[in-house]
């Protein structure tokens, strides 16, 4: 090529490239104005919401809409007065308010967010998602569902399957559980955890009910779900000892963890429990761990030795749990006491040690 | 006589373009790749809203982590770093400080401010086989059982983490500086890849980015988003672009193809099972960071696992960046004496199938682009200037051909600035959009040539075998300077002109 001709490449490259850096920025600028202008608008928003004369706070105290507060939003873009709601949400406590501010979101949003559920773009549908979900909009269950079928099966989705299910489950969908299935063959363990424990009331006793068909790793999760929510029903009861007595470990793991926070158990599942205390290190330290922790729960005077036992167990947290555990039983830090003084095992007297300090440390501050 | 070696030079000359032209040609390549790579991943998740986070952090699911803090001779930050540690916004987690062996009051104040009292039985038990300097002394405190404080011998940054890893207790370990300033919402940012693993799927380490925090509001050891400020000085705005370019476009791409080589000291979560698996931190090394990340992926490769290496776009941390010339270069030579030593010390994986992408584009990609990169570029200039007096060299031609090549380094730089406002918009003024724009823009003419030599400096010293130890990194460069944003950095290696 010839100078002349490489030179006309070349500064056609540079034209090129001076206007894509052009156009960048005015691209930025366009975007900074506007997200200027949200931002204003944003807190225009939560100033007319925080004025006590306003529309909306009357609604939320009387729960009456007026004429005023169709028209409060006027002027302002969607985004705004989300935000602004979610702030007050976020804020106001009861319940009443709370419900006023889903029916008031729903009539508001509902049309659009019907749109926005069916946009290209995946950040667009992500958010409407959340918003759907902080709002309650129940009325939204439907086209959700049609979502759901719409998605394709590769694992692209799944960040957005997830969230539709977790969605669902919020607003206490019956189909929620159509979606185990492919949600146990998808889902982290945290996902599912997510999923299960935004179902509530009637749908959890449901699950409870139909556990055994449920599939495993949704049966796992599901225990970890009934600790965190702190159910306590008969119905539950039954359930977690009847899984501590499972074939799978780790659904026998998670029962004994739910069963300490329940802190109760029936004296045929004290039976088994000891009969597991006698089989020593044949079962592994977590589960070891965790029936330390349910002996320290339920208190009963015939796990005391084995909890001594366990003092001197060779790993760190099941001596330590059964350290704290026996410390709860009645004549516990005596008992502790003995074994800092008497033990054969060092591990079990250093345990013993570190416990008493630490308790009383915690007489004189609390 | 002077007729033959005027060819001889003239040849030399000739290949020495070539190659220079290929090698331009192929960076820029790359750089164009990751981008690109980038680009689509911000895109599609360009203006997520925060409350993705807001709906997980309320419910107790998510993992525990052991948080480990290094700490050397830091008797004035510690008590504030665990301070703010303790507050962070999330719900399991421990806090593992490891003093190693600091000449001052470091470990009675930590023991007098949290009421730490002496744990006898908690022996190192995670198993990692390597050797490490003996533990004095475990403790814990009283007030909060989460936080517990290993006294060992002096044995160096990377010594000090693996007596963390020994002796924390969940199966995640963040790896902490001592100076870091969070954000407010990093650990759950962090841990979410971690959350969201598909079942089978594992995750060995996350990282996210690092931020510049001159300029900014600190409140109380953290920084949210809404104080992010740009700082006024050039130098810093430099930095704050060339931090930007490196996470936003480097490691989205490198990460989407599992290639990430460098999950950052300053803040990175862990897989300890890993980790102890090939042996924990390398010690005696600058960049034990991208040290034991180069490690895991060759275990990975070897395992021949699917597990992978992640990174978080999101700001979850924040730097002081030098503001002094003097400081900067002191910074910018460690990092590149780090890079040449982590290279080394694994240079069979370079071009070696067996490691897959990582042997065969990430390594090779570090070592030409990032690492020789800076000589390269000298040499170009050298080869322009020769050619000039061989008179082998068209002025326009070679002027022109810089011009493109300044524009498309600073094509790359303001696309980072776009990245940023896509996923984060942490700079809201207007003003500082524009100033964030025209740096990048000037990037090439003046940032980049003093990047370029002070690289090739840190080269040099290397090659040469200059070592340092803990006390250069923490006492010396007080602003931070141990951080390593990452290692991708120049946009494009300026290129040499040459005619043919």
């Known amino acids: ?366 | 006589m002077s007729g033959m070696w005027f060819d001889i030079l003239t040849g030399v000359h000739r290949v020495f373009g070539v190659l220079i032209t290929i090698y331009v040609a192929l960076s820029a390549g790359i750089y164009l790749f990751l981008t690109a790579a980038a680009a689509r991943s911000l895109w599609r998740e360009r203006d997520l809203s925060e409350i993705q986070y807001s709906t997980v952090l309320e419910t107790e699911l998510v993992p525990p982590l052991s948080i480990i803090v290094p700490a050397y001779n830091e008797e004035i930050n510690i008590v504030g770093s665990v301070r703010s540690l303790l507050s962070i916004n999330y719900k399991q987690f421990e806090i593992v400080v490891v003093n190693d062996g600091s000449k001052d009051r470091t470990v009675p104040i930590m023991l007098e401010e949290f009421n730490m009292t002496e744990v006898k039985g908690r022996v190192p038990f995670s198993g990692l086989k390597k050797e490490t300097k003996p533990i004095r002394a475990v403790y814990r405190s009283l007030r909060h059982p989460n936080l517990v404080l290993v006294d060992k011998e002096n044995g160096g940054k990377a010594d000090a983490l693996n007596v963390g890893i020994n002796v924390c207790r969940y199966p995640y370990f963040v790896s902490l500086d001592g100076d870091t300033v969070l954000d407010a919402d990093a650990f759950i940012k962090v841990v979410k890849p971690i959350m969201d693993a598909r079942p089978g799927e594992e995750i060995v380490a996350t990282g996210g980015s690092v931020g510049i925090a001159n300029g900014s509001e600190v409140d109380s050891g953290y920084l949210s988003s809404a104080s992010v400020r740009l700082s006024n000085k050039p130098l810093v705005v430099m930095q704050v672009v060339e931090y930007l370019r490196a996470f936003l476009m480097g490691r989205i791409g490198l990460s989407r193809y599992n290639m990430l080589l460098l999950v950052s000291g300053a803040f990175g979560v862990f897989k300890k099972s890993w980790v102890v698996e090939v042996g924990g931190y390398e010690t005696g090394t600058i960049g034990e960071d991208m040290e034991l990340t180069v490690r895991l992926h060759e275990h990975i490769r070897r395992k021949n696992s699917k597990a992978r290496i992640v990174y978080v776009p999101e700001p979850v941390c924040w730097t002081e960046a030098p503001e002094s010339l003097t400081i900067l270069k002191r910074q910018r030579t460690r990092w590149h004496r780090g890079l040449y030593e982590s290279l080394r010390a694994h240079k069979k994986m370079i071009f070696n199938p067996r490691y897959g992408r990582v042997g065969m584009i990430s390594m090779p990609f570090f070592l030409f682009v990032e690492l020789l990169g800076p000589l390269v570029e000298l040499f170009g200039y050298f080869t322009v200037v020769s050619g000039f007096f061989l008179d082998r060299i068209n002025v326009e031609i070679s002027l022109v051909l810089a011009l493109v090549m300044l524009l498309f380094g600073s094509l790359m730089s303001t696309m980072s600035v776009l990245f940023e406002e896509w996923r984060f918009h942490n700079y809201n003024r207007i003003s500082d959009t524009f100033r964030l724009f025209f740096y990048a823009l000037s990037e090439s003419f003046w940032y980049r040539p003093i990047m370029t030599w002070w690289r090739t400096v840190g080269l040099f010293e290397a090659l040469r075998g200059k070592k340092h130890g803990w006390g250069e990194m923490t006492r010396v460069n007080v602003l931070g300077a141990n951080k390593k944003p990452g290692t991708i950095q120049g946009a494009q290696p300026v290129p040499p002109e040459k005619k043919e």
């Open chain 1, 1 to 366: 090529m010839s100078d002349a001709g490489v030179l006309r490449v070349l500064w056609t490259a540079v034209a090129i490239l001076v206007v894509l850096i052009g156009l960048t920025l005015f691209y930025l600028v366009e975007r900074k104005v506007l997200r200027t202008r949200h931002r204003l608008q944003v807190a225009e928003a939560t100033r007319r919401f925080a004025d006590p004369d306003s529309p909306l706070v009357e609604y939320l105290g009387s729960g009456e809409r007026s004429r005023r507060l169709e028209m409060s939003g006027e002027g302002l873009r969607r985004e705004a007065l989300e935000e602004a709601l979610l702030s007050r949400l976020a804020l106001s406590a009861s319940q009443t308010e709370r419900e006023r501010i889903y029916a008031f979101a729903a009539d508001y949003f509902a049309e659009e967010y019907e749109y926005l559920l069916g946009r290209r773009r995946w950040g667009d549908r992500m958010n409407v998602l959340l918003h759907i979900e902080k709002f309650r909009m129940t009325g939204m269950k439907d086209r959700l569902i049609e979502r759901l079928g719409l998605l394709e099966n590769g694992p692209n989705s799944d960040d957005e399957r997830f969230l539709l299910v977790r969605t669902l489950a919020s607003l206490q969908a019956q189909e929620t559980s159509d979606y185990f299935d492919i949600a146990a063959e998808r889902f982290s363990d945290l996902q599912l955890m997510q999923v299960l424990v935004a179902l509530q009331g009637e749908r959890l006793e449901e699950l409870v009910r139909r556990f055994d068909s449920l599939p495993i790793r949704v049966r796992r999760c599901l225990l970890d779900t009934l600790r965190l929510g702190n159910v306590r029903t008969v119905e539950v009861l039954e359930l977690l000892e009847r899984s501590m007595r499972s074939e799978d470990r780790e659904t026998r793991i998670r029962a004994l963890k739910a069963l300490a926070n329940f802190g109760y158990m029936t004296p045929e599942a004290a039976d088994v429990l000891e009969e597991r205390f006698s089989q020593g290190e044949a079962v592994i330290w977590p589960e070891r761990m965790m029936q330390a922790r349910l002996a320290g729960a339920v208190r009963q005077e015939r796990f005391a030795p084995h909890l001594e036992n366990l003092m001197a167990d060779p790993a760190y947290e099941v001596r330590r749990e059964a350290a704290a555990s026996l410390s709860n039983y009645r004549n516990g830090l005596e008992r502790i006491a003995k074994v800092a003084e008497e033990h054969p095992d060092r591990f079990a007297r250093d345990m013993a040690v570190e416990t008493l300090e630490r308790r009383a440390y915690e007489r004189n501050v609390v």
